[in-house]
């Protein structure tokens, strides 16, 4: 009777025991097949070995010492890795990796804040059932029977499994690549850029061989935010969302212009500095636009009603310390606390730009505009009275009459500083006076698939990519050189890509330095119009010609 009772005992503690095991084992895989229902042309089915690999190496400390403490870490740090990831896959339907936490880091509270709500679904109830795993498996404890032979027998088979998968990653020098998950796989990859950051933090102006053929210049850079041009009338869109560019007859309008990369930090940084996506450089090691003016005589200006603040100092403002006077006009989102209700309008730029063409009186001035343009959240992008496109009754419309808004005010925005540089050149006869206009790249506001924003998985948009280029010229520009203004109006629809930005406007503004490269600038006799437009995601843009053949 009592061999009974502890037989029974025995049993059903083993039972208890297997679905306490179970649990961790749900909790790890439950990621990759939330995965696999989200997106599955872009699950790989090894994703699954290295998921249960990974478990088996954070378990075999409690398998072989069976204390609490190892359980619950291993549990812990399986838990963290694996929310990551599946926060990701939730938001944007594909994995975390290096890009998407460059965007995170560069980023701040208010932004963050604004991309949530964008991305607000009710896929987020898919993280309940993980987190219900998690807590379970937590506090139910395993009870190991340390003297079992079939333990013994597991423990062994467990630990030469961990021995041959790892072993090989490391012996073929891919551990990083094939043996971790994906969110360790990113800290993993992202380390050695954080040294190119800090570095570029530390960097200071460079001097560099350069002189101008100016004696008299004022020139101006518009960057815009997440501006699909296909949203602009100007480019043929259908609601009249750029009336007031549309009506100058003062500027050229480029249509086959892209950026090779969908987000802010690589836009910038490879638009405005000698690397570019053929040959790429660390930021804080190649030379920048602004070091080149800086060593030609122009004063330059960075005003940027971007936030100057994010997870670290943000990258591209530590690239515009550089600049003689970097100021940033947006105090109000300095912090990562501070409200997303608390918008400043890009209009805010407009007073300093005023003040500085009243007050500076040196000969070569090279200003940056750095406008938050079309930047999600878009209903703060604009003040009330530019609330002209309402027609949304879900929530798909809604978003895309907020995006068109955005786009009305930004054109009057560029427009208004078209306006002031007509005024400032028709009382500066004597000064060169132009200003160009583009977006860091563009925004996907369901014009390709069923989404909003500017991330993508495997294959980028051309929604994200294509950006307006829109080139001011002042009428004594137009006059005081010919040849260049009819040689600018052949190549309207010329293939360009935004890397090469840095080359086009030393090559406008006349500086002479080893660093320009001729064949890069589309406004040069010598352009290579002929070079691959090669994309972040491998791809060569093709999308231009296809629509000019027909074939689309």
């Given amino acids: 009777m009592i061999k009974n009772i502890n037989n029974k005992y025995h049993t059903t503690g083993t039972h208890t025991t297997l679905i306490r095991f179970i649990l961790p084992v749900l909790m790890v895989m439950y990621v990759p097949c939330m995965a696999l229902l989200l997106h599955p042309s872009l699950f790989a089915g090894r994703n699954l070995l290295i998921a249960v690999a990974w478990l ?11 204390k609490k403490c190892f359980y619950r870490m291993a549990v812990a740090i399986l838990f963290i890795g694996g929310l990551l990831n599946l926060i ?28 949530i709500h964008l991305k607000a ?20 404890v395993p009870a190991i029977p340390i003297r079992s032979l079939w333990l013994r027998v597991i423990r062994g088979g467990l630990l030469l499994f961990v021995i041959l998968f790892y072993g090989e990653a490391l012996l073929n020098g891919r551990f990083v690549r094939t043996a971790l998950p994906d969110t360790e796989r ?7 850029e954080m040294k190119a950051y800090y570095n570029l933090k530390q960097r200071k102006f460079q001097k560099v061989e350069a002189t101008s053929d100016t004696t008299s210049c004022l020139s101006v850079l518009i960057i815009g935010e997440s501006c699909n041009r296909n949203h602009m009338s100007l480019y043929g869109y259908h609601r009249p969302t750029s009336p007031k560019l549309s009506r100058r007859n003062d500027i050229l309008c480029f249509s ?39 060593s030609a005589g122009f004063v330059t200006y960075w005003i940027s009603n971007q936030s100057p603040i994010g997870v670290w100092d943000n990258a591209v403002f530590n690239f515009a310390q ?6 940033f006009v947006n105090h109000a989102a300095n912090s990562s606390f501070e409200s997303t209700e608390l918008a400043v309008y890009d209009e805010s730029l407009l007073p300093v730009l005023e003040q500085i063409l009243e007050k500076d009186t040196a000969k070569r001035k090279w200003i940056v505009l750095h406008l938050m343009g079309s930047h999600s959240r878009y209903d703060k992008r604009y003040p009330a009275s530019y609330t002209r496109f309402k027609e949304g009754n879900d929530k798909r419309q809604r978003i895309i009459d907020a995006y068109d808004n955005s786009i009305l005010y930004n054109d009057a925005l560029v427009d208004s500083i078209f306006s002031l540089l007509s005024v400032y050149a028709s009382s500066h006869l004597q000064t060169r006076v132009h200003a160009l206009y583009l977006s860091d790249h563009g925004e996907n506001v369901y014009d390709e698939g069923e989404t909003a924003g500017h991330d993508f998985a495997d294959t980028i948009p051309y929604a994200n990519i294509e950006i307006p280029f829109v080139l001011w010229l002042s009428a004594q520009d137009t006059l005081r050189d010919p040849s260049f203004y009819h040689r600018a109006t052949t190549r309207l629809a010329w293939p360009f890509m935004s890397d090469d930005l840095f080359h086009l406007l030393l090559d406008l503004d006349g500086i002479n330095t080893p660093c320009l490269q001729p064949e890069r600038s589309l406004l040069h006799p010598s352009y290579n119009k002929e070079r691959p437009r090669i994309l972040t995601d491998g791809r060569t843009y093709t999308n231009f010609q296809m629509a000019q053949d027909g074939k689309m």
Avoid: Q
């Fill in 56 to 66: 088996v190496l954070w378990m075999l400390p409690f398998l072989f010492f069976p």
């Fill in 88 to 115: 990701h896959w939730l938001m944007l339907k594909y994995p975390l990796n290096v890009s998407s936490l460059f965007v995170l880091l560069n980023t701040n509270g208010d932004e963050a804040m604004e991309f």
């Fill in 121 to 140: 679904s009710l896929r987020w109830l898919l993280l309940l059932p993980y987190l219900l795993l998690a807590i379970t498996a937590f506090f139910y």
């Fill in 186 to 192: 990113t800290l993993c990859s992202i380390s050695g």
């Fill in 256 to 294: 086959n212009v892209i950026s090779p990369y969908s987000n802010t930090l690589n836009a910038i940084l490879n638009s405005l500095t000698e690397s570019n996506i053929d040959f790429p450089m660390s930021p804080d090691s190649c030379i920048h636009a602004l070091d080149v003016y800086r």
């Fill in 322 to 327: 550089t600049a003689n006077h970097p100021i």
